[in-house]
């Protein structure tokens, strides 16, 4: 008896030992060479990151990128306020750009070492620069609804015609334009949005069908594939992922938002000369082609468009061609609106008072 | 007629407890991004993904973490369930009952928004704390149901043959209440392993823990790791909790 | 005897420095630890909660009585029916042989030994829209559309159950074996049926423990996150799912403040809980005894 509880517990030790050994056994010691310190949306987006941007970097600056999780808006507000960042480059959305640079939350950064000439008007910032547009789109199953094609967002409505639920993305944004393009606000009569009138439309979708909410990129998909939603937002680049993996996913670009996804850097991070480097270095004209070529995401260097073939053009949001159908964000007035507006979102999902 | 209803009634809540489990640990090893269910393929990338770096480093994190702070909980929950087991009605034990409990009341997140307003984001060392005091509780409860058992006479008799009783304590309580003591273990560990409010919200990118990383994968990528996870280290668990249950139950 | 304080009779010599050190550890080292892990967070939540401004607490009290509500509905729901099916499996089964007894008991706690979060995929698998449940439903012609089982105030609740069930399962089979084998036998001899067995011996004997867990599943459904937060719906925004939003927004001193609030209730829900069981074994204890007194000269 003795024998047998002496013999587990050396394989129980033996086992712990064993899983710490592999786990933290790393071929190289990647403390030698400086870190880089990236956040991003992760998923095929970031994995075309990973080979158009990361990679490349690494060969040719000898420093290695640590991939951190999902940017974390408030985080980097709690960075303000602690002083010290964990993150040195973060991959985030329009309104967070100016909301944080009027806060003091990120670097100025330095705009002699960007391509300023040849980037698109829009794409740049005193403090931060547009890497990439993406746009989001309707998606649906082409599987369980087939026969459906550009789709506009008074289809999204339309329960009679597309019966099921409906998916959004967890924020206003872009769900108070859709509402109101859907009520019938022509595309250059969007802004200053009429937010009551959006929400009554968004109540009014609301009792007919059901709504599920999404925050992060595959729940979308997801939601496709095991029918939780008939329509859903997304993302165009996760919606062509899908597609090069089989799913019968469809997407249309009609009166789809198109935005820029921004490199910023936190005021308190530790390596901003780096930084600047990285996000220079995503800027020039191969490498973004090289993002196109692995994610339909349009460039913001002017210069990129040569060289693209002609069916890889057809699915970047802000191509020539697809520039006309799409919905461009305002994102100043949203950096203005965005607080009250969440907090409006919250109230109206739990169905309170106007 | 009433053996079929209670068969039934029996049967229906095993099945509504292990189906999940049925239907999810097979996704270690099937591609389920073929539509229709259940998935088609068989492939091993889960387990190719888990032998990335930060797989492997969650992992290591979840079994540290996991170690310590079940070790730490059993070394505290020891000494409370000593105090309040050998003299339960004084103040101390009653204090000591009522905060104990209290831990399992307030919700876990209101703690860690506490944490984080005065730590920030921490590294792996910050989470020692909360899942020590999580798995405080459960530890607590299985050694004291074991103290108690002993008889009431214990101390004084111990000291009397002219032992301390600190002595007695490591000596005769502790090794009266073994299995106790490793099923405290046991559950503080299970506590560590499968918390995730901590391990989300007060630690930085670069520090994951199994739980984390896995709810971060699954939302952002369709990632199925954490099944390939479950299916090594669950089965391990599910081994040592069999073995455990089986003790329990048949020493009635 | 067993309330007797043993430990404070003085042995021969007098107690050792060593013993009151040991001793004054014993309760310090734990109150040390419950100290500073349960008071921090009150500190900073009270801090926050007297900074906070007015026109920011006057746009929270609306969303968080709304979400207050819906939360303690989920948890008395589910707690509620954590404990009655814990209940009823451990009754169920203690009639059953000892080997088909360990084995149920064995598969209902092992999903303990895996994560919720598996689980939970498990059950969106299962219950989903397109899953087998909502797809068996519809082959049989009870419903024409997939019924919303997940995303929903059912998903939640359903995840919450299925998140309580093992150890409340675990336990109540502890309190049905702890009850006294010569209660039943005694029962049996005096000639009660099963039904009455259960009434009077059962019943009686289990509450006190099935209350007990009713009101820690009630307490842990509050103050969960993962349940709502993957199967919830729209409206399903528990307030530690709305304290998660707001740390997320950045805005953690309200996290803070709805925090403070929000652990408040539980706290006072479990306090009367255990006062009420206090002044029930009191009020007990004196029946016996004024019956025990009558009955002095029978």
Same mark, same amino acid.
Request: with cysteine; charged share 15%.
């Given at each position: 008896?003795?024998?047998?509880?002496?013999?587990?517990?050396?394989?129980?030790?033996?086992?712990?030992?064993?899983?710490?050994?592999?786990?933290f056994?790393?071929?190289?010691?990647?403390?030698?060479?400086?870190?880089?310190v990236?956040?991003s949306w992760?998923?095929?987006?970031?994995?075309?990151?990973?080979?158009?941007?990361?990679?490349?970097?690494?060969k040719?600056?000898?420093?290695?990128i640590?991939?951190?999780?999902?940017?974390?808006?408030?985080?980097?507000?709690?960075?303000?306020?602690?002083?010290?960042?964990?993150?040195?480059?973060?991959?985030?959305?329009?309104?967070?750009?100016?909301?944080?640079?009027?806060?003091?939350?990120?670097?100025?950064?330095?705009?002699?070492?960007?391509?300023?000439?040849?980037?698109?008007?829009?794409?740049?910032?005193?403090?931060?620069?547009?890497?990439?547009?993406?746009?989001?789109?309707?998606?649906?199953?082409?599987?369980?609804n087939p026969g459906?094609?550009?789709?506009?967002?008074?289809?999204?409505?339309?329960?009679?015609?597309i019966?099921?639920?409906?998916?959004?993305?967890?924020?206003?944004?872009?769900?108070?334009?859709?509402?109101l393009?859907?009520?019938g606000?022509?595309?250059?009569?969007?802004y200053?949005?009429?937010?009551?009138?959006?929400?009554?439309?968004?109540?009014?979708?609301?009792?007919?069908?059901?709504?599920?909410?999404?925050?992060?990129?595959?729940?979308p998909?997801?939601?496709?594939?095991?029918?939780?939603?008939?329509?859903?937002?997304?993302?165009?680049?996760?919606?062509?992922?899908?597609?090069?993996?089989?799913?019968p996913?469809?997407?249309?670009?009609?009166?789809?938002?198109?935005?820029?996804?921004?490199w910023?850097?936190?005021?308190?991070?530790?390596?901003?000369?780096?930084?600047?480097?990285?996000?220079?270095?995503?800027?020039?004209?191969?490498?973004?082609?090289?993002?196109?070529?692995?994610?339909?995401?349009?460039?913001?260097?002017?210069?990129?468009?040569?060289?693209?073939?002609?069916?890889?053009?057809?699915?970047?949001?802000?191509?020539?061609?697809n520039?006309k159908r799409?919905?461009?964000?305002?994102?100043?007035?949203?950096?203005?609106?965005?607080?009250?507006?969440?907090?409006?979102?919250?109230?109206?999902?739990?169905?309170?008072?106007? | 007629?009433?053996?079929?209803?209670?068969?039934?009634?029996?049967?229906?809540?095993?099945?509504?407890?292990?189906?999940?489990?049925?239907?999810?640990?097979?996704?270690?090893?099937?591609?389920?991004?073929?539509?229709?269910?259940?998935?088609?393929q068989?492939?091993?990338?889960?387990?190719?993904?888990?032998?990335?770096?930060?797989?492997?480093?969650?992992?290591?994190?979840?079994?540290?973490?996991?170690?310590?702070?079940?070790?730490?909980?059993?070394?505290?929950?020891?000494?409370?369930?000593?105090?309040?087991?050998?003299?339960?009605?004084?103040?101390a034990?009653?204090?000591?009952s009522?905060?104990?409990?209290?831990?399992?009341?307030?919700?876990?997140?209101?703690?860690?928004t506490?944490?984080?307003?005065?730590?920030?984001?921490?590294?792996?060392?910050?989470?020692?704390?909360?899942?020590?005091?999580?798995?405080?509780p459960?530890?607590?409860?299985?050694?004291?149901?074991?103290?108690?058992?002993?008889?009431?006479?214990?101390?004084?008799?111990?000291?009397?043959?002219?032992?301390?009783?600190?002595?007695?304590?490591?000596?005769?309580?502790?090794?009266?209440?073994?299995?106790?003591?490793?099923?405290?273990?046991?559950?503080?560990?299970?506590?560590?392993?499968?918390?995730?409010?901590?391990?989300?919200f007060?630690?930085?990118?670069?520090?994951?823990?199994?739980?984390?990383?896995?709810?971060?994968?699954?939302?952002?990528?369709?990632?199925?790791?954490?099944?390939?996870?479950?299916?090594?280290?669950?089965?391990?668990l599910?081994?040592?909790?069999?073995?455990?249950?089986?003790?329990?139950?048949?020493?009635? | 005897?067993?309330?007797?304080?043993?430990g404070?009779?003085?042995?021969?010599?007098?107690?050792?420095?060593?013993?009151?050190?040991?001793?004054?550890?014993?309760?310090?080292?734990?109150?040390?630890?419950?100290?500073?892990?349960?008071?921090?967070?009150?500190?900073?939540?009270?801090?926050?909660?007297?900074?906070?401004?007015?026109g920011g607490?006057?746009?929270?009290?609306?969303?968080?009585?709304a979400?207050?509500?819906?939360?303690?509905?989920?948890?008395?729901?589910?707690?509620?029916?954590?404990?009655?099916?814990?209940?009823?499996?451990?009754?169920?089964?203690? +009639?059953?042989?000892? $080997?088909? #007894?360990? /084995?149920?008991?064995?598969?209902? *706690?092992?999903? &303990?030994?895996?994560?919720?979060? @598996?689980?939970?995929?498990?059950?969106?698998?299962?219950f989903?829209?397109?899953?087998?449940?909502?797809?068996?439903?519809?082959?049989?012609?009870?419903?024409?559309?997939?019924?919303?089982?997940?995303?929903s105030?059912?998903?939640?609740?359903?995840?919450?159950?299925?998140?309580?069930?093992?150890?409340?399962?675990?336990?109540?089979?502890?309190?049905?074996?702890?009850?006294?084998?010569?209660?039943?036998?005694a029962?049996?001899?005096?000639?009660?049926?099963?039904?009455?067995?259960?009434?009077?011996?059962?019943l009686?004997?289990t509450?006190?423990?099935?209350?007990?867990?009713?009101?820690?599943?009630?307490?842990?459904?509050? +103050?969960?996150?993962? $349940?709502? #937060?993957? /199967?919830?719906?729209?409206?399903? *925004?528990?307030? &530690?799912v709305?304290?998660?939003? @707001?740390?997320?927004?950045?805005?953690?001193?309200?996290?803070?403040?709805?925090?403070?609030?929000?652990?408040?209730?539980?706290l006072?829900?479990?306090a009367?809980?255990?006062?009420?069981?206090?002044?029930?074994?009191?009020?007990?204890?004196?029946?016996?005894?004024?019956?025990?007194?009558?009955?002095?000269?029978?």
């Amino acid at each position: 008896m003795k024998a047998r509880k002496i013999v587990g517990i050396c394989i129980g030790v033996a086992a712990v030992l064993g899983v710490l050994t592999w786990a933290f056994w790393s071929p190289a010691p990647k403390n030698a060479e400086q870190q880089l310190v990236v956040a991003s949306w992760g998923g095929a987006y970031q994995t075309a990151q990973r080979k158009a941007f990361f990679e490349p970097f690494e060969k040719e600056f000898k420093v290695h990128i640590v991939e951190a999780g999902t940017p974390d808006y408030g985080k980097i507000y709690e960075w303000q306020r602690s002083g010290a960042a964990s993150i040195d480059v973060v991959d985030v959305e329009t309104f967070f750009v100016f909301q944080a640079g009027k806060k003091g939350a990120l670097t100025r950064l330095d705009r002699d070492l960007l391509p300023t000439a040849s980037l698109m008007k829009s794409a740049v910032d005193d403090f931060g620069v547009a890497s990439c547009a993406y746009a989001e789109v309707i998606a649906w199953n082409k599987k369980r609804n087939p026969g459906l094609s550009d789709l506009k967002w008074s289809d999204f409505w339309d329960t009679e015609r597309i019966p099921g639920p409906r998916a959004f993305r967890d924020l206003p944004a872009t769900t108070l334009e859709a509402a109101l393009l859907a009520d019938g606000v022509s595309p250059d009569h969007l802004y200053p949005l009429d937010v009551d009138r959006a929400f009554k439309k968004l109540d009014a979708l609301r009792a007919k069908t059901k709504i599920v909410l999404w925050t992060a990129g595959s729940e979308p998909i997801e939601f496709l594939k095991d029918r939780t939603a008939v329509l859903s937002t997304a993302w165009n680049g996760r919606i062509r992922d899908a597609q090069n993996e089989g799913m019968p996913l469809e997407m249309s670009f009609n009166q789809a938002t198109l935005d820029w996804l921004w490199w910023v850097i936190p005021k308190e991070a530790k390596n901003k000369e780096l930084a600047m480097k990285f996000i220079a270095f995503t800027l020039r004209p191969d490498r973004q082609r090289a993002l196109v070529e692995n994610i339909p995401y349009g460039p913001t260097n002017e210069d990129a468009w040569t060289g693209l073939p002609e069916d890889k053009l057809r699915q970047v949001p802000n191509s020539p061609a697809n520039m006309k159908r799409v919905i461009i964000r305002d994102n100043k007035w949203w950096a203005e609106h965005e607080t009250e507006l969440v907090d409006r979102w919250r109230q109206w999902k739990l169905g309170l008072g106007k | 007629m009433w053996k079929l209803l209670t068969v039934l009634i029996v049967g229906a809540i095993v099945l509504f407890l292990i189906a999940p489990i049925v239907i999810a640990l097979p996704m270690a090893v099937s591609d389920q991004t073929a539509l229709g269910f259940p998935a088609e393929q068989f492939t091993c990338k889960w387990f190719e993904e888990l032998a990335t770096h930060r797989w492997r480093e969650a992992m290591a994190s979840s079994l540290l973490l996991g170690l310590v702070s079940a070790a730490l909980a059993v070394v505290v929950g020891a000494l409370a369930a000593f105090r309040v087991a050998v003299w339960p009605a004084s103040r101390a034990a009653k204090t000591l009952s009522i905060l104990i409990i209290a831990v399992l009341i307030v919700p876990p997140i209101w703690l860690a928004t506490g944490y984080f307003r005065l730590f920030g984001e921490g590294g792996l060392t910050v989470l020692i704390l909360p899942h020590t005091l999580l798995a405080l509780p459960l530890a607590f409860s299985c050694i004291w149901y074991g103290m108690s058992r002993l008889h009431p006479a214990l101390l004084d008799a111990a000291s009397l043959l002219g032992a301390s009783q600190l002595s007695t304590f490591i000596r005769v309580y502790l090794p009266g209440c073994r299995g106790y003591i490793i099923a405290a273990f046991f559950v503080a560990f299970l506590a560590s392993w499968d918390e995730s409010v901590f391990s989300l919200f007060l630690t930085g990118p670069n520090i994951s823990t199994i739980p984390k990383l896995a709810f971060e994968t699954m939302r952002m990528d369709r990632d199925l790791t954490v099944a390939a996870v479950n299916l090594v280290a669950g089965t391990a668990l599910a081994g040592c909790l069999v073995v455990l249950l089986r003790r329990i139950d048949y020493e009635y | 005897m067993t309330n007797q304080n043993f430990g404070s009779a003085d042995p021969v010599a007098a107690p050792a420095l060593r013993d009151v050190v040991f001793r004054v550890a014993t309760a310090a080292v734990p109150l040390l630890l419950l100290g500073v892990g349960l008071g921090l967070p009150l500190l900073t939540g009270l801090l926050d909660m007297a900074q906070l401004s007015h026109g920011g607490a006057r746009l929270l009290s609306a969303v968080l009585a709304a979400v207050l509500g819906r939360t303690l509905l989920f948890a008395a729901i589910s707690g509620g029916i954590a404990t009655i099916v814990a209940w009823t499996f451990a009754l169920i089964t203690t +009639g059953w042989p000892r $080997s088909y #007894r360990t /084995l149920l008991l064995v598969l209902c *706690v092992l999903p &303990v030994a895996t994560h919720f979060i @598996l689980r939970t995929y498990g059950l969106q698998q299962i219950f989903g829209a397109g899953g087998p449940m909502n797809s068996a439903l519809i082959m049989t012609g009870l419903i024409v559309e997939p019924l919303p089982l997940t995303k929903s105030a059912f998903g939640t609740v359903m995840a919450l159950t299925s998140w309580l069930l093992p150890v409340s399962v675990f336990f109540m089979y502890m309190v049905v074996r702890s009850v006294p084998r010569e209660l039943i036998d005694a029962a049996v001899l005096l000639g009660a049926g099963r039904a009455a067995i259960l009434r009077n011996v059962w019943l009686p004997q289990t509450t006190p423990g099935a209350m007990l867990l009713l009101t820690i599943n009630f307490c842990l459904g509050y +103050g969960t996150y993962l $349940s709502p #937060r993957l /199967l919830g719906g729209l409206e399903d *925004v528990t307030v &530690v799912v709305l304290i998660g939003q @707001l740390l997320n927004e950045g805005r953690s001193a309200q996290a803070a403040m709805v925090g403070t609030i929000a652990t408040a209730i539980p706290l006072v829900i479990a306090a009367i809980v255990f006062l009420a069981r206090r002044i029930h074994a009191r009020s007990r204890k004196l029946l016996i005894q004024r019956s025990s007194e009558q009955c002095g000269s029978c």
